[in-house]
Structures are given as structure tokens and as C-alpha cells.
């Protein structure tokens, strides 16, 4: 069934607004402005744009009931779910996501955007395990199976970095870190995922209105940190900024107004979030999940494409043979593409699996799919409304 232009217009809001968003974090990290001491140093300010980024969500709430208004105006019938939850559900996974996505833009500015991409992966191995401990979730044999190919992949982008990455020695550490900093975010990020299943799934919460819950809950709390954040003495590698403090508000500011680059980095990490989520959400509801996937993928290849591109890093092959690893673990631990087509042709002799209920896409760049929930007897299509931040993080 071809695209309707509407559909396509969708597919390239996504792709393109998911690429800005990872993007444009690193591209201001690399930028130098004039900081509060008078000196030029690089923009090193990770929950300064972790606020940034919860502000995006945030304006998703917004969107939601413009939505809703224009649609009351105009007499139309609107899908509004279940309205009658207490926001407060929402806290929960709201930490977790900003937990994660605080670490994770440390571990960005310390790496390369193309690795922060790809390591976001981990995230399908920490959430099956969780799943299982916590969810009583049967992990089959050809999930074990995709996990195993991401680890394959994670292990060989990781080794690209630090082996064959384009740095000088006294940059290995940080990369090493950065590295670290990522992989360890991805089991806050499962742990969101599994808290949500359990706790929130069953509210029935439309998605524009659940991931605008968080973003006001991260925005709020995380916004509040940076008071005290600003006393603590970290140093380097984890801060650049002048008295090496955990994070200064005041001088990321001022970093800002000395600087269009970083100005418009920053104002273009808020905003293609929010267009990300929206057009995530929209996506998978007028298309399918299984597109979402392949839409997130290309994401993560035309960043690295993007990256190579502009110089902030040369072209490792072992990176490639990574990617590669992590879309096949992708695809393998979520049922989609590969094996429906083996099952089609049957190939190995595999026939169409009974179904399995409440089963998450995740991807390889560590987003949940945000239909969030489905059941697999149809390979793929979703079934459920509710949905929360991509990044990174979609994070980032």
C-alpha cells in the first residue's frame, strides 16, 4: 500500500527531527563561546540541555490541548483515552528519564555522537532482563538470540572508539568514560521502561498527554538540581566548565547570548524533540511500529553519515560492522523483518508464532516504541495508545 503524502511528510518530520536532536547536542558540546570568566571554552553544559530537552516534552502537553481545543471548536470527535488518572503516576518513570538522559548527554559530550547513538542499543538487553525478573516475561529463543547480536555490536563500536577512534591519548579516557556513561544510563532507561508497563500501561493515557506529564515532572525537578548542582566541585572529565562545578547554569547563559551557534544548538535540541515525539506518535499510529523501527535506524546511520561528513570523526569500519550487529539484534529481538519474512518463504522451517501479549519494540538507538505496547500475532502493527519519551532518547 503506497504512502499518502500526509504519511510521508510524517516519515520525514521523524527522521529528520530525530537527527537534529542528537546533532544538535553535539554540535553545541563542540562549540566555543565566551564563558563567564572571559574566556573561550567549549559549550559543557549536559543538564543544562537535559532541561532543555525536558522543555521540549514539556511543550507536547501544550500541544495536546491546542489539539483538543481546535477539535472541540470545530465539533470533532477526539480520541482522548482516560482522563481520569492522577498525574502523579507519571513521577515514577519521569526520575527515571531524567536520570537517564542526564548521563547520557555527560557521556555525549566525552564521545562521539555516532557512538552515543548506537550504544544506546544496551538498552534492548537490560530491559529483557528486567522483564523477566520483574514483568515475568518469557525471553524466547530468538530474542536471546537478537541480545546476543547487540552485545556483539556494543562490544565492536565500543572497541572502535577506544582503538581506533581519532584522538590523542589523553582524550582515551574520556571516551572510555563517555562510553561507560551511556551503556550505564541504558538500565535506568529499562528500568523506566519496565515501571511504565507495570505501573502506568494500564491508565490508557494518550501519548502527547503522557509524554508532556514527564517532560513537566523532568523540567520541573531537574530544573530545581541546578541549584545545588552549582556548589558541587566534580572537576575534570565530567566538567569543563570554569570552577569545574557538577553544572553552572549561570555561566551555560551566559554561554548562550555570547554565542548564535550555541543559541541556535540549543534552541534546536528544545524544538526537534518535540517535533521527534510527535511525529514518533503519529507515525506509528498511521503507519506501524515496523516503520518506526527502519525510521530510527536510518536516523542512526545519517547521524554517523552526518558526523563523518563535518569531521568530528573519521571513518572506522568496525563501527559499521557494529551497526549492522545492532539493527540485525534489533530486528531479531523484535520480531520485525527478518524472521516474518523467513517465516514467509519458510525458510528453516519457521512458521507464524502464537501470540505474545504485551510485548515492547525497543530499538537500537534505545527508544521504546511509542505505541508502546502491541501483540505480535500480526508481526508488528501496535495496539496500545500509551507512549513516552524517545533520545538521546531519546535522549539524545
Not at 140 to 149: E, L
Not at 218 to 225: A, M, R, Y
Request: glycine letters at 8%; one cysteine or more.
Amino acid at each position: 500500500m503506497a504512502w499518502t503524502c500526509y504519511q510521508i511528510c510524517l516519515a520525514v518530520l521523524m527522521f529528520v527531527s530525530g537527527t537534529i536532536n542528537t546533532l544538535s547536542t553535539k554540535w553545541a558540546d563542540k562549540t566555543s563561546s565566551l564563558d563567564s570568566t572571559g574566556h573561550m571554552r567549549p559549550f559543557d553544559h549536559p543538564f543544562l540541555q537535559a532541561v532543555g530537552m525536558f522543555l521540549g516534552e514539556l511543550s507536547c502537553l501544550f500541544v495536546f490541548h491546542i489539539i483538543r481545543l481546535v477539535n472541540k471548536v470545530r465539533n470533532k470527535p477526539m480520541e482522548l483515552g482516560n482522563q481520569n488518572f492522577n498525574p502523579l503516576i507519571f513521577l515514577p518513570p519521569a526520575l527515571c528519564d531524567m536520570c537517564g538522559t542526564s548521563i547520557m548527554y555527560l557521556g555525549l559530550n566525552l564521545t562521539y555522537a555516532s557512538s552515543f547513538q548506537m550504544l544506546r542499543g544496551a538498552v534492548i538487553v537490560f530491559t529483557a532482563l528486567l522483564s523477566v525478573a520483574f514483568l515475568g516475561r518469557i525471553i524466547k529463543t530468538y530474542m536471546w538470540v537478537g541480545i546476543f547480536w547487540v552485545i556483539a555490536g556494543l562490544a565492536l563500536v565500543g572497541v572502535a572508539d577506544v582503538v581506533f577512534g581519532d584522538h590523542d591519548k589523553s582524550d582515551t579516557n574520556g571516551i572510555i568514560a563517555g562510553d561507560l556513561l551511556i551503556i550505564m544510563a541504558q538500565i535506568i532507561v529499562a528500568v523506566q521502561m519496565v515501571v511504565e508497563e507495570k505501573f502506568v500501561m494500564k491508565h490508557n493515557v494518550p501519548p502527547l498527554q503522557a509524554v508532556g506529564w514527564e517532560g513537566f515532572f523532568g523540567f520541573t525537578i531537574l530544573g530545581i538540581l541546578l541549584v545545588p548542582m552549582y556548589y558541587i566541585d566534580v572537576g575534570h572529565p565530567f566538567s569543563d566548565n570554569p570552577e569545574g562545578r557538577l553544572e553552572d547554569a549561570i555561566d551555560g547563559f551566559i554561554q548562550i547570548s555570547n554565542s548564535w551557534i550555541v543559541a541556535l544548538a540549543t534552541f534546536g535540541n528544545i524544538v526537534s524533540i518535540a517535533f521527534f515525539n510527535f511525529s514518533g506518535i503519529s507515525v506509528t499510529k498511521e503507519m506501524s511500529a515496523t516503520t518506526r523501527m527502519v525510521l530510527d535506524s536510518l536516523r542512526t546511520a545519517s547521524i554517523w553519515v552526518v558526523t563523518l561528513a563535518v569531521g568530528w570523526q573519521t571513518f572506522q569500519y568496525l563501527q559499521l560492522i557494529g551497526f549492522f550487529l545492532l539493527f540485525v539484534g534489533m530486528c531479531l529481538y523484535n520480531d520485525i523483518i527478518i524472521l516474518p519474512l523467513m517465516r514467509k518463504y519458510g525458510v528453516c522451517g519457521l512458521h507464524p508464532p502464537e501470540g505474545e501479549e504485551g510485548k515492547r519494540l525497543v530499538t537500537t538507538s534505545g527508544d521504546e516504541d511509542v505505541s508502546s505496547y502491541k501483540t505480535i500475532g500480526d508481526y508488528g502493527e501496535p495496539n496500545g495508545l500509551f507512549a513516552t519519551h524517545q533520545e538521546a532518547q531519546v535522549i539524545n
